[in-house]
């Protein structure tokens, strides 16, 4: 178990639907980075938050937006959702902005 | 740009050793990861090194970093089916993200 939380573990929704992805970090870390896994394009970095501050940002869709709260858990909120976003999205986090990454265990997203 | 490469396959028999290469193109990188996926589960730090150092060994696992060619190895010793997974190679981005290569995928014969 890494420490990292990431809610739900599945979920099943429909093409142009919105869901919001939630991560908790380990206790102690200020770095949140989300990730996209898909069979043809590998693991993508898509947003990285600092202490509640966006810090760095991949390849993220205008559809896709993210936020880290005061108490550092962190949402990812993906809208008008197409087939192609069907995929794996991990949170991971780390003490700060250049130390090792711990996952979580991610959440299986499926658009139908 | 920032590119990891690395060979999707490798199949070892049980007890040999496996080796799984990886080069990077950020010669700036100050760490380099080794993540292991097992199916269905998130991403395990295995193990990382520094860039100023040629080589780490923690139990049977051993990296080896040749800066020069900006060459990534991890030996895992005595290699048992449990370590069957994808074994990804990472570096960090210039802005502090992990770039991942496209994983490895290790299958052990009995």
């Known amino acids: 178990d890494s420490g990292v939380t990431q809610t739900p573990k599945h979920l099943i929704t429909a093409t142009g639907q919105r869901v919001t992805l939630r991560c908790s970090p380990r206790?102690?870390?200020?770095?949140v980075y989300w990730y996209q896994q898909s069979l043809d394009q590998g693991l993508q970095f898509l947003i990285q938050?600092?202490?509640?501050?966006?810090?760095a940002k991949g390849n993220i869709l205008e559809r896709f937006s993210a936020q880290q709260f005061p108490d550092l858990h962190s949402e990812l909120n993906l809208s008008s959702l197409e087939l192609g976003d069907s995929a794996l999205y991990f949170c991971a986090s780390s003490v700060g902005q250049w130390d090792e990454a711990f996952f979580g265990q991610g959440t299986r997203l499926t658009v139908v | 740009g920032e590119d990891v490469e690395q060979s999707l396959f490798l199949s070892v028999r049980e007890g040999d050793s496996s080796v799984i290469n990886c080069t990077y193109t950020d010669s700036s990188s100050t760490y380099l990861y080794w993540y292991k996926q097992e199916p269905g589960a998130g991403l395990q730090l295995l193990t990382y090194?520094?860039?100023?150092?040629d080589m780490k060994q923690d139990q049977r696992l051993t990296v080896l970093l040749n800066k020069k060619d900006k060459h990534l190895s991890l030996r895992i010793a005595d290699t048992q089916t449990g370590d069957s997974a994808i074994y990804f190679c990472?570096?960090?981005?210039?802005?502090?993200?992990?770039?991942f290569g496209k994983g490895t995928k290790l299958s052990v014969k009995p």
């Open positions: 990472a570096e960090r981005g210039s802005q502090g993200n992990l770039i």
């Open positions: 206790s102690g870390d200020l770095s």
């Open positions: 938050y600092y202490n509640g501050e966006e810090r």
């Open positions: 090194i520094f860039s100023n150092m």
